[in-house]
């Protein structure tokens, strides 16, 4: 039988998880308490604290979805479709098409448009599907597509949302802790992100806020939430001064997340978004040096996910498993379109270092020698 203590340490530079602080790891093992035990309370409370300072919010209805980045996409969308609603979803990548699925299942009438993978939207392209086939109740777009790593402008696209009477839904699981998020600012109404990309936390929560124009939606629900456990009627009870029972909190999950937000905020988000795009430029001239290119389009690429072309006749595949047995170093692997052809190379969180580019690059280096 396996045994966790046997498990090496590896360097984390695929598209989530990224690297945990040691802090974080420490802050996990601390005695599990009851969910209801002031002291935890107080955790609680300073997580939606520290969450509305990196969303960049005063949202009241900001807290940690018990469960990962889908769970945040899931429990935005079920809490502000009801069944025959109409949503609007901009797909340019596997995040996109996830957001469809999930408004699908949750009874939203879905509208799609799409770019070709790699590219993002204008906000004509999103006017123009809105005259076409709307109104509608929730537009969706991702913000950083992890399967392209295309870079969203969101603030054109809010305005021709808003214009339109619809709310905008955004998913920040990769963006948020490594890049500008605006949730006030850009004035989105539903966001969600997750734990283990850029915020460098194992998975296991997924960040939510929701405006006070989503909340009042949700209060004013015809139906029921169609998910009992992601219901933010009642989630929010607990969060909030009620502290009513729903289900269990996930006490060392919240441990970690409230070390790893500490972690965040003693960096300064500034610092933090300019650290990434810094090692995110010393990426790319490495790798362009090596003839390797980009997936999305240069104006928008994201510093935190490096999706790459592998070499013509280079058996991607190959080259990471070679990464990882022979260096400890994962990286990610193309997905849909992109599957078999390409790399997408992390620099989230604790993983955007020079160390982390300099250690991919030159074994990247040495292994291509060898292929
Ligand atoms: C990783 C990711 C998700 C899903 O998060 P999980 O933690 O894998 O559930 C959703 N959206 C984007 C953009 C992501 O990168």
Redesign the pocket.
Known sequence: MADTKDIKPRTLMG??PSDVNPRVLEAMARPTIGHLDGQFLEILNDIRDMLQAIFQTKNKLTLAVSG????G?ETCVVNLIEPGDKMLVCVNGV?GK?MTDVAERAGAEVATIDVPWGRVFTAEQVERAMKRSGPFKVVGI?H???STGAAQPIEPISRVVHEAGALLLV?T??SLGGMEVDVDGWQIDACYS?T??CLSCP?GLAPVSFSSAAEEVLSNRKTKVRSWYLDMNMVRKYWGSERLYHHTAPINMNYALHEALRIVLEEGLEPRWKRHLAQHRALKAGLEEMGISYIADPAHQLPMLNAVMAPDGVDEAVVRKRLLSDYAIEIGGGLGDFKGKAWRIGLMGESATERHVNAVLTALKEVLAQT
């Not at 990962?68 to 769970?71: D, I, K, L």
């Open positions: 598209p989530g990962t980045g889908s769970a996409m995040f996830r991702v950083a597509e992890t998913d699981v990769t997750g283990q990309k998975p």
